[in-house]
């Protein structure tokens, strides 16, 4: 499985440790930067993110920045995706089983442990397929085609 990372550069050093972690579990982390500490503006990277989704060019995306939620309301912008903030393993499990999330974002301000936690839980949770929540990710997608 392939799995997209971005980050600004209050996330370049999680993001730099999560590559190595995905990396032993046999993943392919496909970083899509930033590529160090120096400041930046996380928009950049979370709209990389979100058109490498919309290309395919990997299954499922990590977004990263000093407490997730800019990233993640910029991934958002982007047609096709659905990024979901979260702060715990139950989050991570239920953007993925109800809301089909592709993109999660994360906060730098957790310990290691937590985040793998985090990450894991994402990458080894299925969406239900259950008829409510597909009409409700299809009501989503609706409306962002009316755009």
Same mark, same amino acid.
């Given at each position: ?67 997730? @939620? #800019? ?7 982007? *047609?096709?995706?659905?990024? !979901?903030?979260? +702060? $715990? ?16 974002? @994360? #906060? ?7 985040? *793998?936690?985090?990450?894991? !839980?994402?990458? +080894? $949770? ?22």
């Amino acid at each position: 499985m392939k799995i997209g990372i971005a980050s600004d550069h209050r996330g370049y050093n999680l993001k730099a440790k999560l590559i190595k972690y995905l990396s032993k579990k046999g993943y392919e982390a496909i970083d899509y930067g930033t590529d160090s500490s120096e400041s930046v503006d996380y928009p950049d990277f979370a709209f990389k993110l979100g058109e490498e989704y919309n290309k395919e060019s990997f299954d499922y995306g990590i977004a990263i920045c000093g407490n997730g @939620i #800019g990233i993640s309301i910029a991934c958002n912008k982007v *047609k096709g995706v659905r990024c !979901a903030k979260v +702060d $715990s393993k139950k989050e991570a499990i239920y953007a993925r089983k109800h809301n089909d999330a592709n993109i999660i974002s @994360i #906060g730098t301000d957790k310990f290691f442990f937590e985040i *793998k936690d985090i990450v894991d !839980a994402f990458l +080894d $949770s299925n969406f239900t397929n259950e008829e409510r929540h597909v009409r409700r990710i299809n009501k989503i997608k609706d409306y962002e085609n009316k755009k």
